[in-house]
Protein backbone atom coordinates (compact mmCIF):
# COMPACT_ATOMS: atom_id res chain seq x y z
CA UNK A 1 0.00 0.00 0.00
CA UNK A 2 0.87 3.41 -0.37
CA UNK A 3 1.15 6.01 1.64
CA UNK A 4 2.55 7.55 4.99
CA UNK A 5 1.55 4.37 7.71
CA UNK A 6 2.11 6.58 10.84
CA UNK A 7 -0.90 8.26 12.46
CA UNK A 8 -0.34 12.55 12.59
CA UNK A 9 0.58 15.33 11.06
CA UNK A 10 2.13 13.27 8.22
CA UNK A 11 -1.20 11.40 6.75
CA UNK A 12 -2.30 15.03 5.87
CA UNK A 13 1.02 17.07 4.73
CA UNK A 14 0.15 17.01 1.09
CA UNK A 15 -2.16 20.15 2.07
CA UNK A 16 -1.95 23.42 3.01
CA UNK A 17 -2.55 23.61 6.74
CA UNK A 18 -5.65 26.39 6.25
CA UNK A 19 -7.79 23.76 4.45
CA UNK A 20 -7.58 21.32 7.50
CA UNK A 21 -10.54 21.51 10.37
CA UNK A 22 -9.08 22.00 13.41
CA UNK A 23 -8.03 18.81 15.45
CA UNK A 24 -9.39 19.04 18.76
CA UNK A 25 -12.73 19.10 17.05
CA UNK A 26 -14.52 16.33 16.93
CA UNK A 27 -15.21 16.62 13.42
CA UNK A 28 -11.55 18.05 12.76
CA UNK A 29 -10.46 14.03 14.07
CA UNK A 30 -13.28 12.54 12.01
CA UNK A 31 -12.24 14.20 8.49
CA UNK A 32 -8.54 13.79 9.33
CA UNK A 33 -9.35 9.59 10.33
CA UNK A 34 -11.10 9.64 6.77
CA UNK A 35 -7.95 11.11 5.03
CA UNK A 36 -5.73 8.03 6.74
CA UNK A 37 -8.15 5.39 5.64
CA UNK A 38 -8.95 6.66 3.06
CA UNK A 39 -4.54 6.39 1.70
CA UNK A 40 -4.28 3.35 3.55
CA UNK A 41 -7.66 1.84 2.10
CA UNK A 42 -8.38 2.73 -1.77
CA UNK A 43 -10.77 0.51 -2.27
CA UNK A 44 -12.74 1.56 0.88
CA UNK A 45 -12.45 4.85 -0.19
CA UNK A 46 -14.25 4.14 -3.58
CA UNK A 47 -16.57 1.94 -1.96
CA UNK A 48 -17.44 4.91 0.52
CA UNK A 49 -17.70 7.33 -2.42
CA UNK A 50 -19.75 5.12 -4.24
CA UNK A 51 -22.43 4.39 -1.30
CA UNK A 52 -22.96 8.18 -1.19
CA UNK A 53 -23.35 7.93 -5.03
CA UNK A 54 -26.12 5.03 -4.50
CA UNK A 55 -28.06 6.95 -1.85
CA UNK A 56 -27.88 10.21 -3.86
CA UNK A 57 -28.91 7.99 -6.96
CA UNK A 58 -31.97 6.59 -5.10
CA UNK A 59 -33.24 9.78 -3.54
CA UNK A 60 -33.01 11.95 -6.48
CA UNK A 61 -34.28 9.53 -8.70
CA UNK A 62 -37.61 11.25 -9.87
CA UNK A 63 -35.53 14.58 -11.03
CA UNK A 64 -32.67 12.28 -12.90
CA UNK A 65 -33.62 12.55 -16.84
CA UNK A 66 -34.76 9.13 -17.30
CA UNK A 67 -37.93 6.98 -18.72
CA UNK A 68 -40.85 6.85 -15.81
CA UNK A 69 -40.43 3.11 -14.69
CA UNK A 70 -43.65 1.76 -15.31
CA UNK A 71 -44.13 3.48 -18.73
CA UNK A 72 -43.93 1.70 -21.86
CA UNK A 73 -41.49 3.06 -23.68
CA UNK A 74 -41.10 1.19 -26.97
CA UNK A 75 -40.67 -2.03 -28.29
CA UNK A 76 -40.04 -5.14 -25.74
CA UNK A 77 -36.76 -7.21 -25.27
CA UNK A 78 -34.65 -4.45 -27.17
CA UNK A 79 -31.27 -5.27 -26.35
CA UNK A 80 -29.03 -2.35 -24.58
CA UNK A 81 -27.98 0.70 -26.67
CA UNK A 82 -26.94 4.62 -26.70
CA UNK A 83 -31.04 4.91 -26.32
CA UNK A 84 -32.17 2.73 -23.40
CA UNK A 85 -28.37 1.51 -21.37
CA UNK A 86 -29.44 -1.68 -20.52
CA UNK A 87 -32.10 -2.33 -22.68
CA UNK A 88 -35.90 -2.50 -22.73
CA UNK A 89 -37.41 -5.62 -20.15
CA UNK A 90 -40.38 -7.72 -21.49
CA UNK A 91 -43.07 -4.88 -21.45
CA UNK A 92 -41.16 -2.55 -22.85
CA UNK A 93 -39.88 -0.74 -20.32
CA UNK A 94 -37.09 1.17 -19.85
CA UNK A 95 -34.61 -1.51 -17.38
CA UNK A 96 -31.84 1.04 -16.26
CA UNK A 97 -34.95 3.38 -15.04
CA UNK A 98 -36.51 0.92 -13.10
CA UNK A 99 -32.90 -0.15 -11.34
CA UNK A 100 -32.97 3.16 -10.82
CA UNK A 101 -36.42 3.04 -9.00
CA UNK A 102 -35.95 -0.31 -8.01
CA UNK A 103 -33.44 0.71 -5.72
CA UNK A 104 -35.35 3.22 -3.84
CA UNK A 105 -37.41 0.44 -2.61
CA UNK A 106 -34.93 -2.46 -2.39
CA UNK A 107 -32.45 0.04 -0.29
CA UNK A 108 -34.89 1.40 1.74
CA UNK A 109 -36.40 -2.07 3.03
CA UNK A 110 -32.80 -3.03 3.72
CA UNK A 111 -32.08 0.21 5.62
CA UNK A 112 -35.40 -0.37 7.58
CA UNK A 113 -34.69 -3.80 8.08
CA UNK A 114 -31.63 -3.19 9.38
CA UNK A 115 -32.67 -0.72 11.76
CA UNK A 116 -35.18 -2.51 12.81
CA UNK A 117 -32.77 -5.32 13.34
CA UNK A 118 -30.22 -3.13 15.06
CA UNK A 119 -32.88 -1.11 17.14
CA UNK A 120 -34.09 -4.49 18.58
CA UNK A 121 -31.49 -6.53 19.36
CA UNK A 122 -28.57 -4.25 20.42
CA UNK A 123 -30.17 -3.87 24.04
CA UNK A 124 -30.88 -6.83 24.05
CA UNK A 125 -27.85 -8.09 23.57
CA UNK A 126 -25.99 -4.92 25.98
CA UNK A 127 -29.04 -6.24 28.31
CA UNK A 128 -27.57 -10.02 28.20
CA UNK A 129 -24.16 -9.08 28.49
CA UNK A 130 -24.33 -6.25 31.16
CA UNK A 131 -27.01 -8.16 33.56
CA UNK A 132 -25.09 -11.29 33.28
CA UNK A 133 -27.76 -13.37 35.47
CA UNK A 134 -30.80 -15.13 34.76
CA UNK A 135 -32.40 -12.64 32.67
CA UNK A 136 -28.67 -12.88 30.34
CA UNK A 137 -29.76 -16.76 30.37
CA UNK A 138 -33.16 -16.40 29.15
CA UNK A 139 -32.56 -13.50 26.62
CA UNK A 140 -29.37 -15.57 25.18
CA UNK A 141 -31.44 -18.68 24.93
CA UNK A 142 -34.24 -17.05 22.96
CA UNK A 143 -31.66 -15.55 20.19
CA UNK A 144 -30.29 -19.33 20.13
CA UNK A 145 -34.16 -20.36 19.35
CA UNK A 146 -34.68 -17.76 16.88
CA UNK A 147 -30.64 -18.71 15.31
CA UNK A 148 -31.64 -21.95 15.28
CA UNK A 149 -33.66 -21.19 12.05
CA UNK A 150 -31.38 -20.38 9.23
CA UNK A 151 -31.87 -16.48 8.07
CA UNK A 152 -34.13 -17.35 4.98
CA UNK A 153 -36.45 -19.97 7.04
CA UNK A 154 -37.08 -17.80 9.76
CA UNK A 155 -37.99 -14.71 7.21
CA UNK A 156 -40.46 -17.02 5.69
CA UNK A 157 -41.95 -17.84 8.82
CA UNK A 158 -42.82 -14.11 9.20
CA UNK A 159 -44.26 -14.68 5.86
CA UNK A 160 -46.44 -17.08 6.65
CA UNK A 161 -47.95 -15.29 10.05
CA UNK A 162 -48.28 -11.87 8.37
CA UNK A 163 -49.18 -12.60 4.76
CA UNK A 164 -46.85 -11.05 1.59
CA UNK A 165 -46.42 -7.78 1.53
CA UNK A 166 -43.89 -5.07 1.29
CA UNK A 167 -44.16 -3.97 5.27
CA UNK A 168 -43.86 -7.94 5.82
CA UNK A 169 -40.54 -8.16 4.07
CA UNK A 170 -38.91 -5.43 6.27
CA UNK A 171 -40.25 -6.86 9.50
CA UNK A 172 -39.36 -10.58 7.86
CA UNK A 173 -35.65 -9.73 7.64
CA UNK A 174 -35.53 -7.10 10.52
CA UNK A 175 -36.45 -9.87 12.89
CA UNK A 176 -34.37 -12.60 11.16
CA UNK A 177 -30.91 -10.11 11.71
CA UNK A 178 -32.22 -9.26 15.59
CA UNK A 179 -30.20 -12.41 16.89
CA UNK A 180 -27.29 -11.63 14.94
CA UNK A 181 -27.10 -8.20 16.33
CA UNK A 182 -27.68 -9.32 19.74
CA UNK A 183 -24.94 -12.39 19.51
CA UNK A 184 -22.23 -8.99 18.22
CA UNK A 185 -22.90 -6.93 20.83
CA UNK A 186 -23.23 -9.84 23.98
CA UNK A 187 -19.39 -10.72 23.82
CA UNK A 188 -17.63 -7.27 24.40
CA UNK A 189 -20.82 -6.09 26.53
CA UNK A 190 -19.59 -8.86 28.75
CA UNK A 191 -16.40 -7.87 28.57
CA UNK A 192 -16.42 -4.62 28.97
CA UNK A 193 -17.95 -5.17 32.06
CA UNK A 194 -15.30 -6.86 33.71
CA UNK A 195 -13.25 -4.47 33.26
CA UNK A 196 -11.80 -2.13 35.98
CA UNK A 197 -13.71 1.14 34.38
CA UNK A 198 -17.02 -0.29 35.49
CA UNK A 199 -16.10 -0.98 38.78
CA UNK A 200 -15.22 2.37 39.22
CA UNK A 201 -18.31 3.68 37.61
CA UNK A 202 -20.27 1.62 39.93
CA UNK A 203 -18.09 2.70 43.16
CA UNK A 204 -19.26 6.28 42.78
CA UNK A 205 -22.84 5.20 42.43
CA UNK A 206 -23.11 5.75 38.32
CA UNK A 207 -26.40 3.93 38.09
CA UNK A 208 -26.74 0.94 35.31
CA UNK A 209 -28.21 2.91 32.62
CA UNK A 210 -25.48 5.72 32.75
CA UNK A 211 -22.95 3.16 32.77
CA UNK A 212 -24.49 1.86 29.57
CA UNK A 213 -24.95 5.00 27.98
CA UNK A 214 -21.53 6.77 28.83
CA UNK A 215 -19.16 3.63 29.18
CA UNK A 216 -20.45 0.28 26.99
CA UNK A 217 -22.35 1.98 24.27
CA UNK A 218 -18.89 4.07 23.29
CA UNK A 219 -16.60 1.42 22.77
CA UNK A 220 -19.57 -0.86 21.12
CA UNK A 221 -19.98 2.34 18.75
CA UNK A 222 -17.09 1.11 16.00
CA UNK A 223 -17.84 -2.37 16.33
CA UNK A 224 -21.70 -1.12 15.76
CA UNK A 225 -21.31 0.89 12.93
CA UNK A 226 -19.24 -2.27 10.95
CA UNK A 227 -22.18 -4.65 11.80
CA UNK A 228 -24.48 -2.15 10.54
CA UNK A 229 -22.82 -1.03 7.56
CA UNK A 230 -22.21 -4.92 6.32
CA UNK A 231 -25.61 -5.42 7.56
CA UNK A 232 -27.22 -3.32 4.85
CA UNK A 233 -25.75 -5.79 2.25
CA UNK A 234 -27.00 -8.76 3.61
CA UNK A 235 -30.35 -7.73 4.45
CA UNK A 236 -30.66 -6.06 0.75
CA UNK A 237 -29.84 -9.91 -0.32
CA UNK A 238 -32.54 -11.20 2.16
CA UNK A 239 -35.07 -8.84 1.08
CA UNK A 240 -34.55 -8.96 -2.82
CA UNK A 241 -34.45 -13.03 -1.78
CA UNK A 242 -37.77 -12.64 -0.61
CA UNK A 243 -39.14 -10.55 -3.61
CA UNK A 244 -37.70 -12.87 -5.84
CA UNK A 245 -39.81 -15.53 -4.22
CA UNK A 246 -42.81 -13.61 -4.82
CA UNK A 247 -43.49 -12.36 -1.10
CA UNK A 248 -42.83 -8.92 -1.33
CA UNK A 249 -43.96 -6.09 -3.56
CA UNK A 250 -46.59 -6.42 -6.27
CA UNK A 251 -45.24 -6.57 -9.95
CA UNK A 252 -45.56 -3.42 -11.35
CA UNK A 253 -43.79 -1.16 -9.15
CA UNK A 254 -40.00 -1.74 -9.54
CA UNK A 255 -37.73 -4.08 -7.49
CA UNK A 256 -34.56 -5.26 -7.61
CA UNK A 257 -35.27 -9.04 -6.71
CA UNK A 258 -39.03 -9.04 -8.15
CA UNK A 259 -37.55 -7.83 -11.56
CA UNK A 260 -35.36 -10.45 -11.37
CA UNK A 261 -37.43 -12.98 -11.43
CA UNK A 262 -39.52 -11.58 -14.07
CA UNK A 263 -36.74 -11.88 -16.36
CA UNK A 264 -36.09 -15.37 -15.48
CA UNK A 265 -38.61 -16.65 -18.32
CA UNK A 266 -37.25 -13.99 -20.94
CA UNK A 267 -33.51 -15.30 -20.07
CA UNK A 268 -33.22 -16.91 -24.03
CA UNK A 269 -34.09 -13.75 -25.62
CA UNK A 270 -33.26 -11.12 -23.18
CA UNK A 271 -30.55 -11.49 -20.84
CA UNK A 272 -30.26 -8.12 -19.87
CA UNK A 273 -33.88 -8.21 -18.31
CA UNK A 274 -32.06 -10.10 -15.15
CA UNK A 275 -29.03 -9.57 -15.25
CA UNK A 276 -29.10 -5.83 -15.03
CA UNK A 277 -30.97 -6.29 -11.20
CA UNK A 278 -28.39 -9.06 -10.14
CA UNK A 279 -25.14 -6.74 -10.62
CA UNK A 280 -27.51 -3.97 -8.44
CA UNK A 281 -27.54 -6.35 -5.80
CA UNK A 282 -24.39 -8.00 -6.16
CA UNK A 283 -22.68 -3.92 -6.36
CA UNK A 284 -24.72 -3.11 -3.54
CA UNK A 285 -23.34 -6.35 -1.50
CA UNK A 286 -19.88 -5.64 -2.49
CA UNK A 287 -19.94 -1.42 -1.63
CA UNK A 288 -21.75 -2.27 1.80
CA UNK A 289 -18.78 -5.02 2.76
CA UNK A 290 -15.90 -2.69 1.51
CA UNK A 291 -17.48 0.34 3.40
CA UNK A 292 -17.75 -2.14 6.83
CA UNK A 293 -14.14 -2.58 6.23
CA UNK A 294 -13.34 1.46 5.58
CA UNK A 295 -15.24 2.49 8.72
CA UNK A 296 -13.46 -0.32 11.02
CA UNK A 297 -10.40 1.33 9.55
CA UNK A 298 -12.07 4.74 10.54
CA UNK A 299 -12.83 3.87 13.81
CA UNK A 300 -9.88 1.61 15.21
CA UNK A 301 -6.91 3.58 15.31
CA UNK A 302 -4.97 -0.55 15.24
CA UNK A 303 -6.07 -1.36 11.94
CA UNK A 304 -4.70 1.66 10.08
CA UNK A 305 -1.08 0.18 11.48
CA UNK A 306 -1.73 -3.04 9.98
CA UNK A 307 -1.14 -4.41 6.79
CA UNK A 308 -4.30 -4.63 4.33
CA UNK A 309 -3.60 -7.98 3.62
CA UNK A 310 -3.10 -9.60 7.31
CA UNK A 311 -6.31 -7.37 8.11
CA UNK A 312 -9.75 -9.97 8.79
CA UNK A 313 -12.58 -8.60 7.07
CA UNK A 314 -15.76 -8.02 8.15
CA UNK A 315 -17.44 -10.53 5.30
CA UNK A 316 -17.44 -13.65 7.21
CA UNK A 317 -18.76 -11.69 10.61
CA UNK A 318 -22.21 -11.63 9.39
CA UNK A 319 -22.12 -14.27 5.92
CA UNK A 320 -20.82 -16.67 9.00
CA UNK A 321 -23.28 -16.13 11.38
CA UNK A 322 -26.22 -14.71 8.71
CA UNK B 1 -15.25 -36.63 26.52
CA UNK B 2 -18.27 -38.58 27.23
CA UNK B 3 -18.99 -35.51 29.78
CA UNK B 4 -18.73 -32.97 26.79
CA UNK B 5 -20.87 -34.77 24.70
CA UNK B 6 -23.63 -34.74 27.21
CA UNK B 7 -22.79 -31.44 28.35
CA UNK B 8 -23.46 -30.45 24.54
CA UNK B 9 -26.85 -32.21 24.12
CA UNK B 10 -28.10 -30.89 27.29
CA UNK B 11 -27.77 -27.26 25.91
CA UNK B 12 -29.70 -28.30 22.83
CA UNK B 13 -32.58 -29.16 25.15
CA UNK B 14 -33.85 -25.61 25.53
CA UNK B 15 -33.41 -25.27 22.28
CA UNK B 16 -35.16 -27.80 20.64
CA UNK B 17 -37.92 -27.10 23.06
CA UNK B 18 -37.77 -23.04 21.97
CA UNK B 19 -38.06 -24.41 18.55
CA UNK B 20 -41.19 -26.69 19.10
CA UNK B 21 -43.05 -23.86 21.25
CA UNK B 22 -41.95 -21.25 17.89
CA UNK B 23 -43.34 -23.45 15.55
CA UNK B 24 -46.46 -24.07 17.44
CA UNK B 25 -47.28 -20.86 17.70
CA UNK B 26 -47.26 -20.08 13.93
CA UNK B 27 -50.63 -21.41 13.53
CA UNK B 28 -51.98 -19.05 16.83
CA UNK B 29 -49.57 -16.06 15.61
CA UNK B 30 -51.95 -15.54 12.32
CA UNK B 31 -54.65 -13.22 12.66
CA UNK B 32 -58.01 -15.37 12.63
CA UNK B 33 -59.48 -18.79 13.31
CA UNK B 34 -56.99 -21.63 13.70
CA UNK B 35 -59.66 -24.17 12.31
CA UNK B 36 -60.40 -21.43 9.92
CA UNK B 37 -57.34 -20.81 8.55
CA UNK B 38 -56.21 -25.01 8.72
CA UNK B 39 -59.25 -25.24 6.20
CA UNK B 40 -58.54 -22.44 4.13
CA UNK B 41 -59.53 -22.14 0.35
CA UNK B 42 -62.24 -25.15 1.13
CA UNK B 43 -64.82 -22.87 2.00
CA UNK B 44 -66.16 -24.61 5.22
CA UNK B 45 -69.18 -24.70 6.66
CA UNK B 46 -69.63 -23.73 10.53
CA UNK B 47 -70.06 -27.22 11.02
CA UNK B 48 -66.96 -28.41 9.37
CA UNK B 49 -64.98 -25.50 11.66
CA UNK B 50 -66.16 -26.83 15.06
CA UNK B 51 -66.23 -30.58 13.72
CA UNK B 52 -62.28 -29.75 12.82
CA UNK B 53 -61.85 -27.95 16.61
CA UNK B 54 -63.23 -30.59 18.51
CA UNK B 55 -61.14 -33.03 16.24
CA UNK B 56 -57.34 -31.66 17.00
CA UNK B 57 -58.30 -30.13 20.46
CA UNK B 58 -58.24 -26.44 18.78
CA UNK B 59 -61.04 -25.62 21.62
CA UNK B 60 -58.85 -26.38 25.21
CA UNK B 61 -56.87 -23.71 26.66
CA UNK B 62 -53.65 -22.51 24.63
CA UNK B 63 -51.21 -24.49 27.19
CA UNK B 64 -53.64 -27.63 26.56
CA UNK B 65 -53.12 -27.46 22.98
CA UNK B 66 -49.23 -26.45 23.13
CA UNK B 67 -49.53 -30.29 24.70
CA UNK B 68 -51.69 -31.99 22.36
CA UNK B 69 -48.82 -31.03 19.87
CA UNK B 70 -46.26 -32.17 21.83
CA UNK B 71 -47.58 -35.34 22.02
CA UNK B 72 -48.57 -35.85 18.63
CA UNK B 73 -44.98 -34.79 17.48
CA UNK B 74 -43.62 -36.96 19.75
CA UNK B 75 -45.60 -39.55 17.79
CA UNK B 76 -44.32 -38.81 14.39
CA UNK B 77 -47.10 -36.67 13.74
CA UNK B 78 -46.51 -33.84 11.82
CA UNK B 79 -50.06 -33.25 11.09
CA UNK B 80 -52.43 -33.75 8.11
CA UNK B 81 -51.77 -31.42 5.10
CA UNK B 82 -55.54 -29.66 4.15
CA UNK B 83 -54.15 -28.77 0.16
CA UNK B 84 -52.93 -32.62 -0.83
CA UNK B 85 -54.78 -34.61 2.08
CA UNK B 86 -51.96 -36.51 2.79
CA UNK B 87 -49.71 -36.22 6.75
CA UNK B 88 -47.11 -33.59 6.21
CA UNK B 89 -44.70 -36.16 7.45
CA UNK B 90 -45.45 -38.60 4.33
CA UNK B 91 -44.80 -35.17 2.13
CA UNK B 92 -41.26 -34.40 3.69
CA UNK B 93 -40.54 -38.09 3.06
CA UNK B 94 -41.07 -38.00 -0.40
CA UNK B 95 -39.18 -34.37 -1.04
CA UNK B 96 -36.40 -35.22 1.15
CA UNK B 97 -33.93 -37.09 -0.96
CA UNK B 98 -34.09 -34.15 -3.63
CA UNK B 99 -32.73 -31.68 -0.92
CA UNK B 100 -30.13 -33.73 0.74
CA UNK B 101 -28.56 -34.56 -2.31
CA UNK B 102 -28.87 -30.81 -3.27
CA UNK B 103 -27.20 -29.61 0.10
CA UNK B 104 -24.53 -32.53 -0.32
CA UNK B 105 -23.88 -31.32 -3.70
CA UNK B 106 -23.43 -28.01 -2.41
CA UNK B 107 -21.61 -28.85 0.72
CA UNK B 108 -19.23 -30.78 -1.82
CA UNK B 109 -18.71 -27.87 -4.20
CA UNK B 110 -18.10 -25.46 -0.98
CA UNK B 111 -15.43 -28.16 0.72
CA UNK B 112 -13.89 -29.11 -3.04
CA UNK B 113 -13.17 -25.47 -3.98
CA UNK B 114 -13.34 -22.94 -0.67
CA UNK B 115 -9.89 -25.40 1.13
CA UNK B 116 -7.72 -25.41 -2.03
CA UNK B 117 -8.25 -22.33 -2.62
CA UNK B 118 -8.04 -20.85 1.05
CA UNK B 119 -4.82 -22.61 1.76
CA UNK B 120 -2.89 -21.83 -1.22
CA UNK B 121 -4.29 -18.26 -0.05
CA UNK B 122 -2.76 -18.19 3.57
CA UNK B 123 -0.02 -19.68 2.65
CA UNK B 124 1.38 -16.95 0.92
CA UNK B 125 -0.59 -13.74 2.00
CA UNK B 126 -0.28 -10.87 -0.52
CA UNK B 127 0.74 -12.88 -3.13
CA UNK B 128 -0.47 -13.73 -6.49
CA UNK B 129 -2.61 -16.69 -5.46
CA UNK B 130 -4.40 -14.48 -2.58
CA UNK B 131 -4.99 -12.01 -4.56
CA UNK B 132 -6.95 -13.35 -7.41
CA UNK B 133 -8.53 -15.99 -4.14
CA UNK B 134 -9.64 -13.10 -2.51
CA UNK B 135 -11.10 -11.27 -5.31
CA UNK B 136 -12.80 -14.44 -6.69
CA UNK B 137 -14.11 -14.93 -3.16
CA UNK B 138 -15.39 -11.52 -2.92
CA UNK B 139 -17.46 -11.91 -5.61
CA UNK B 140 -18.46 -15.07 -4.50
CA UNK B 141 -20.02 -13.93 -0.99
CA UNK B 142 -21.87 -10.88 -2.86
CA UNK B 143 -23.01 -12.51 -6.00
CA UNK B 144 -26.95 -13.50 -5.15
CA UNK B 145 -26.58 -16.92 -5.30
CA UNK B 146 -30.23 -17.09 -7.29
CA UNK B 147 -28.60 -14.98 -9.57
CA UNK B 148 -25.51 -16.95 -9.65
CA UNK B 149 -28.18 -19.77 -10.54
CA UNK B 150 -29.55 -17.92 -13.35
CA UNK B 151 -26.29 -16.96 -14.94
CA UNK B 152 -25.27 -20.29 -14.95
CA UNK B 153 -28.24 -21.68 -16.82
CA UNK B 154 -28.22 -18.82 -19.31
CA UNK B 155 -24.26 -20.31 -20.05
CA UNK B 156 -24.06 -23.92 -19.56
CA UNK B 157 -28.12 -24.86 -20.28
CA UNK B 158 -28.89 -22.27 -23.12
CA UNK B 159 -26.13 -20.70 -24.78
CA UNK B 160 -23.42 -23.41 -24.15
CA UNK B 161 -26.21 -26.40 -24.34
CA UNK B 162 -23.81 -28.50 -21.79
CA UNK B 163 -25.71 -29.17 -19.03
CA UNK B 164 -29.55 -29.48 -18.96
CA UNK B 165 -30.99 -26.69 -16.78
CA UNK B 166 -34.16 -28.18 -15.55
CA UNK B 167 -34.86 -32.22 -14.67
CA UNK B 168 -33.90 -34.64 -11.66
CA UNK B 169 -32.79 -38.10 -13.05
CA UNK B 170 -29.11 -37.79 -13.47
CA UNK B 171 -26.49 -36.76 -11.27
CA UNK B 172 -25.88 -33.95 -14.60
CA UNK B 173 -28.88 -32.25 -13.48
CA UNK B 174 -27.37 -31.77 -10.24
CA UNK B 175 -24.13 -29.81 -10.93
CA UNK B 176 -25.57 -26.26 -12.32
CA UNK B 177 -27.72 -26.05 -8.62
CA UNK B 178 -25.02 -27.81 -6.50
CA UNK B 179 -22.62 -24.90 -7.86
CA UNK B 180 -25.32 -22.39 -7.19
CA UNK B 181 -25.62 -23.42 -3.80
CA UNK B 182 -22.22 -23.89 -2.81
CA UNK B 183 -20.41 -21.21 -4.50
CA UNK B 184 -20.90 -18.48 -2.27
CA UNK B 185 -20.08 -20.84 0.62
CA UNK B 186 -16.79 -21.85 -0.81
CA UNK B 187 -15.74 -18.29 -0.83
CA UNK B 188 -16.58 -18.22 3.05
CA UNK B 189 -14.45 -21.45 3.65
CA UNK B 190 -11.83 -19.98 1.33
CA UNK B 191 -11.91 -16.47 3.44
CA UNK B 192 -12.08 -18.17 6.68
CA UNK B 193 -9.76 -20.49 6.56
CA UNK B 194 -7.09 -18.07 5.17
CA UNK B 195 -7.45 -15.67 7.42
CA UNK B 196 -7.18 -18.24 10.28
CA UNK B 197 -3.94 -19.59 8.41
CA UNK B 198 -2.19 -16.43 8.33
CA UNK B 199 -3.13 -16.19 12.56
CA UNK B 200 -0.96 -19.15 13.25
CA UNK B 201 1.46 -18.73 10.53
CA UNK B 202 2.63 -16.28 13.28
CA UNK B 203 2.85 -17.90 15.94
CA UNK B 204 6.16 -18.55 17.26
CA UNK B 205 5.33 -22.71 17.51
CA UNK B 206 5.61 -22.05 13.30
CA UNK B 207 8.83 -20.33 13.65
CA UNK B 208 10.21 -23.43 15.81
CA UNK B 209 8.71 -26.14 13.62
CA UNK B 210 10.60 -24.54 10.48
CA UNK B 211 13.53 -23.72 12.38
CA UNK B 212 14.04 -27.63 13.12
CA UNK B 213 13.59 -28.23 9.45
CA UNK B 214 10.54 -29.58 8.63
CA UNK B 215 9.31 -29.38 5.02
CA UNK B 216 6.50 -26.69 4.09
CA UNK B 217 4.30 -29.60 3.71
CA UNK B 218 4.62 -31.05 6.68
CA UNK B 219 4.79 -27.21 8.17
CA UNK B 220 1.40 -27.08 6.66
CA UNK B 221 -0.39 -30.51 7.35
CA UNK B 222 1.08 -30.99 10.84
CA UNK B 223 0.85 -27.85 12.49
CA UNK B 224 -0.79 -25.10 10.42
CA UNK B 225 -3.84 -26.89 9.26
CA UNK B 226 -4.53 -28.40 12.73
CA UNK B 227 -4.88 -25.19 14.62
CA UNK B 228 -6.44 -23.39 11.49
CA UNK B 229 -9.27 -25.74 10.84
CA UNK B 230 -11.01 -25.49 14.06
CA UNK B 231 -13.39 -22.36 13.22
CA UNK B 232 -13.84 -23.31 10.04
CA UNK B 233 -15.16 -26.62 11.18
CA UNK B 234 -17.72 -24.98 13.19
CA UNK B 235 -18.78 -22.37 10.09
CA UNK B 236 -19.32 -25.44 7.81
CA UNK B 237 -21.89 -26.17 10.72
CA UNK B 238 -23.23 -22.69 11.43
CA UNK B 239 -23.99 -22.62 7.22
CA UNK B 240 -25.11 -26.14 6.68
CA UNK B 241 -28.10 -24.70 7.52
CA UNK B 242 -27.99 -22.14 5.06
CA UNK B 243 -27.63 -24.48 2.51
CA UNK B 244 -30.98 -25.94 3.50
CA UNK B 245 -32.23 -22.41 3.48
CA UNK B 246 -30.44 -21.20 0.30
CA UNK B 247 -32.13 -24.66 -1.70
CA UNK B 248 -35.81 -22.58 -1.37
CA UNK B 249 -34.41 -20.36 -4.19
CA UNK B 250 -32.54 -22.51 -6.25
CA UNK B 251 -34.87 -25.06 -6.41
CA UNK B 252 -37.96 -23.07 -7.61
CA UNK B 253 -35.23 -21.18 -10.03
CA UNK B 254 -33.92 -24.67 -11.41
CA UNK B 255 -37.71 -26.57 -11.30
CA UNK B 256 -36.62 -29.12 -8.98
CA UNK B 257 -38.80 -30.47 -6.46
CA UNK B 258 -37.37 -30.62 -3.04
CA UNK B 259 -38.61 -29.00 0.71
CA UNK B 260 -37.61 -25.66 -0.55
CA UNK B 261 -39.80 -25.60 -3.58
CA UNK B 262 -42.49 -27.40 -1.38
CA UNK B 263 -42.39 -24.80 1.17
CA UNK B 264 -42.73 -22.17 -1.02
CA UNK B 265 -45.65 -23.75 -2.67
CA UNK B 266 -47.27 -24.30 0.82
CA UNK B 267 -46.72 -20.81 1.89
CA UNK B 268 -48.38 -19.33 -1.73
CA UNK B 269 -51.43 -22.59 -0.47
CA UNK B 270 -51.75 -20.98 2.64
CA UNK B 271 -51.34 -24.63 3.95
CA UNK B 272 -49.96 -23.86 7.67
CA UNK B 273 -49.78 -27.72 8.76
CA UNK B 274 -47.53 -28.23 5.80
CA UNK B 275 -45.38 -25.07 6.15
CA UNK B 276 -44.92 -26.26 10.42
CA UNK B 277 -43.84 -29.46 9.47
CA UNK B 278 -41.24 -27.90 6.84
CA UNK B 279 -40.01 -25.63 9.43
CA UNK B 280 -39.87 -27.78 12.48
CA UNK B 281 -38.04 -30.33 10.18
CA UNK B 282 -35.38 -27.81 8.94
CA UNK B 283 -34.73 -26.51 12.66
CA UNK B 284 -34.41 -29.64 14.04
CA UNK B 285 -31.89 -30.74 11.54
CA UNK B 286 -29.88 -27.28 11.88
CA UNK B 287 -29.25 -28.08 15.35
CA UNK B 288 -28.48 -31.56 15.01
CA UNK B 289 -26.12 -30.42 12.51
CA UNK B 290 -24.43 -28.38 14.52
CA UNK B 291 -24.37 -30.51 17.45
CA UNK B 292 -22.56 -33.18 15.70
CA UNK B 293 -19.90 -30.23 14.53
CA UNK B 294 -19.37 -29.31 18.02
CA UNK B 295 -18.89 -32.61 18.76
CA UNK B 296 -16.23 -33.22 16.25
CA UNK B 297 -14.81 -30.20 17.26
CA UNK B 298 -14.20 -31.11 20.82
CA UNK B 299 -12.57 -34.54 19.18
CA UNK B 300 -10.37 -32.70 16.88
CA UNK B 301 -9.18 -29.80 19.64
CA UNK B 302 -8.61 -30.71 23.52
CA UNK B 303 -8.79 -27.34 24.06
CA UNK B 304 -12.74 -27.08 23.56
CA UNK B 305 -13.38 -29.90 25.54
CA UNK B 306 -12.08 -28.39 28.73
CA UNK B 307 -13.84 -25.44 28.24
CA UNK B 308 -17.05 -26.97 28.27
CA UNK B 309 -16.35 -29.13 31.19
CA UNK B 310 -15.91 -25.64 33.30
Redesign the interface.
Known sequence: MTGPTAPGPAAAAGQPPAARAPRHTRRGVLAARFRLAARRDPLGFIAAVAAALLVLMALLAPLLPIADPAAIIGAAQQGPSAHHLFGTDQLGRDVLSRIVFGARHTLLTAVLATALAAVIGTPLGILAGYLARWPSGVVMRVMDVLLAFPGLLLALVVVTILGPGVSTVVLAVGISYTPIFARVVYGPTKSIRAQDYIAAARAVGCRPLRIVRRHVLPVLGSELIVVISSAIGWTTLLAATLDFLGFGIRPPSPDWGADLSAGVQYLGQAWWISAAPGIAITITILIANYLGDFLASMTDPDRLRQRRSKLKDTTQLIAGEG | MIQFILRRLLMAV??LF??T??VFS?LH??PGNPAQILLFGSSPTPQQIANLDKQLGLSGSILSQYWNYLVQLLHGNLGFSYSSHQTVAAEIGSQLPYTINLALGGLVVALGIGVPVGIAAGVR??GIT?KLATGVA??G????Y??LA??L??LFA?KLRLLPALGTGSLKALILPSIALGW?FAA?IA??LR?NL?EVYQRPYMLVARAKGLSEWRLLWQHAMRNAVGSTVT?VG??F??L???A??IE??FGRPGLGAF??QR??E?D?PS?QGV?LF??VV??LANLLVDVAHGLLDPRIRRSWSR
Do not use: E, H, M, T
Open positions: PVGIVLILIPGDVLVAIPFWILVLVGIRLNIILQGYLAGVAVILVIQKVIVVAYL
